[in-house]
Each structure stands twice: as structure tokens, then as C-alpha cells.
């Protein structure tokens, strides 16, 4: 667990400079996936399951989803096509590929040596998460669930005029 | 058990520091977006360290509700990004100088 613990932060630190450095946006956004699968695997071995399976699950997945759709939003047109190729050369996923296949590596180490024995630390499970969650955290939740709601409206309002064709530069807002 | 504290803290130091430089650095508005995005898990790793020293569930708590933090401004900068993109057809932040005196 040691090891995978320093593979893990090299492979987070090494795919956040190269997230940061890229100059295409969809290059840094698979840099920063593969980033912050090995932060999950940090959350792992920190003795965390429930928040590195979150990670991945919301981080990894839904917003870098979200970043993903709207740059294909914003490149719609001629130059779509050009990009699409552009997208499908090696060159472009084959750095996250690689530190992704190190960390699978790390996984199937942690799968099959069977027992979770984390680094130095207790494990604290999804029950005690939420039980704390629910127990004495329950107002924090309500006002988690009034930011996301005030995210909602607010990208719905925005996003809406994006769409439909809203006040154009210089016009008297609608 | 102070050394995980330690060297987790290092690494997430590490990561908000490299955040920090590429949101200075970087000029495209869904790279600073990015660096956010970087710096707000730096910060939600310092957490899960600190819950993981103590053994408690308080940090994984805090990181969950960082996430939320991260969903509802990701979701309100990207609809600004579609905006910018539409008005004033850059990605460019120095180009939103209307306000400057």
C-alpha cells in the first residue's frame, strides 16, 4: 500500500502538469481525468472507499462530462470535422492513456491481494459517512441541496438565452 | 501517523499549487474553469487527509459537500463560457474588458 500510495501521488502530480500545460483544452481534460482517478486511488488508500468511488463518479464522470459537451458545443461548424480527426490521433490519448493503465495496474494489485489494508490508517466506511451525513451534518445537506438548486436555475436561466437566441452585444437586455 | 499526514498535505499543497499557476497563467476561460476544478480537489484531498488521520468520518463529509460546491459551479461557469462564446465569440478573458474604467 505504501508503493501504491507514491505511484498514485506521482501519477496525480505528473497528469495535473501536464492538465495545466496542455494548450488544446480537450488534451488537459483527459490529462485531468486520469488525474483524478489517481487522486481516487489516494482516497483508497487513505482509508476513504465512499469518497473515491464519488470521485470517479462525479468528478471524472459527470463534470468532466460536462466540460466535454460543451467544448463540442462551442466547436459546432466547419471546423468540426478537422477537430474530430484531429481528436482520434494516438498522440493526443496516449500520455492519459498511460498513466490511466498504471493506475488500472494499481487497481487489479488492490483486487487481488484480496484483504483492503490501507495505509496506515482505519478504514471509514460508507455506514459511519452516512450516519455522520444524516446525524449531525443534516443542515449542511439542506444547504448543499440550496447551492445546487441556486446551480441549477442559475444555468438554466443562462443557458436558456444562449440557446434561444437572447440579447445580442450593445442590445438593451430583454 | 504523522507521516501520512504529512506527505498527504505535501501532495495536496502540490496540486493547489499547480491550480493556482495554471488559473495565473492560462488565459482560456475553460482552462482557469480546469484550474478551479484542480485547486477544489487539492482542497477536498487536505480534507479526506485530515479525516483519515483522525479516523473520522468528518472529512470524507466535507469533501462530499466540496463536491456539490464543484457541481453547482461548473454547471453555472459553463453556461457563462456558452454565453461568452456567443456574444463575443472568444474564449479569450483579457477580451471581457467592458468594465474597465
Redesign the interface.
Known amino acids: 500500500m505504501v508503493v501504491i500510495f507514491y505511484l498514485s501521488s506521482a501519477v496525480a502530480v505528473a497528469a495535473t502538469i501536464l492538465a495545466v500545460t496542455r494548450v488544446g483544452v480537450v488534451h488537459a481534460l483527459l490529462y485531468l481525468i486520469a488525474s483524478l482517478l489517481a487522486v481516487a486511488i489516494l482516497f483508497f488508500t487513505l482509508g476513504a472507499p465512499f469518497a473515491a468511488a464519488l470521485e470517479v463518479i462525479i468528478y471524472a464522470g459527470a463534470i468532466m462530462v460536462l466540460f466535454v459537451f460543451v467544448v463540442m458545443m462551442l466547436n459546432l461548424g466547419e471546423r468540426a470535422l478537422a477537430q474530430e480527426k484531429a481528436w482520434l490521433r494516438p498522440r493526443v490519448w496516449i500520455g492519459p492513456g498511460l498513466l490511466a493503465l498504471v493506475l488500472l495496474g494499481e487497481s487489479l494489485y488492490v483486487i487481488g491481494q484480496g484483504a483492503h489494508t490501507p495505509y496506515r490508517v482505519a478504514v471509514t466506511g460508507p455506514e459511519a459517512v452516512g450516519a455522520t451525513l444524516y446525524g449531525p451534518y443534516a443542515l449542511a445537506v439542506e444547504l448543499a441541496s440550496l447551492v445546487l438548486l441556486a446551480g441549477l436555475v442559475g444555468a438554466f436561466h443562462l443557458g436558456r438565452h444562449a440557446l434561444h437566441g437572447g440579447p445580442r452585444d450593445g442590445e438593451r437586455p430583454q | 501517523?504523522a507521516?501520512?499526514l504529512s506527505?498527504?498535505l505535501a501532495?495536496s499543497a502540490?496540486?493547489f499549487a499547480?491550480?493556482l499557476?495554471?488559473l495565473l497563467?492560462?488565459r482560456?476561460v475553460?482552462?482557469v474553469?480546469?484550474?478551479i476544478?484542480?485547486m477544489l480537489?487539492a482542497a477536498?484531498?487536505a480534507f479526506?487527509?485530515a479525516?483519515?488521520?483522525w479516523?473520522?468520518?468528518?472529512?470524507?463529509?466535507m469533501?462530499?459537500?466540496i463536491?456539490?460546491?464543484?457541481?453547482?459551479?461548473?454547471?453555472?461557469g459553463?453556461?457563462?463560457?456558452?454565453?461568452m462564446?456567443?456574444?463575443?465569440a472568444t474564449?479569450d478573458v483579457d477580451a471581457l474588458s467592458d468594465l474597465k474604467g
Request: proline letters at 0%; a negative charge.
Open positions: 501517523m507521516s501520512v506527505e498527504g501532495v502540490l496540486l499547480i491550480g499557476v495554471g497563467a492560462r482560456n475553460i482552462m474553469l480546469v484550474a476544478e484542480i480537489n477536498g484531498l479526506i487527509v479525516g483519515a488521520r479516523g473520522q468520518a468528518d472529512g470524507q463529509i469533501f462530499i459537500l463536491l456539490a460546491l464543484a457541481a453547482a459551479e461548473v454547471s453555472v459553463l453556461a457563462l463560457v456558452l454565453q462564446d456567443r456574444r463575443h474564449l
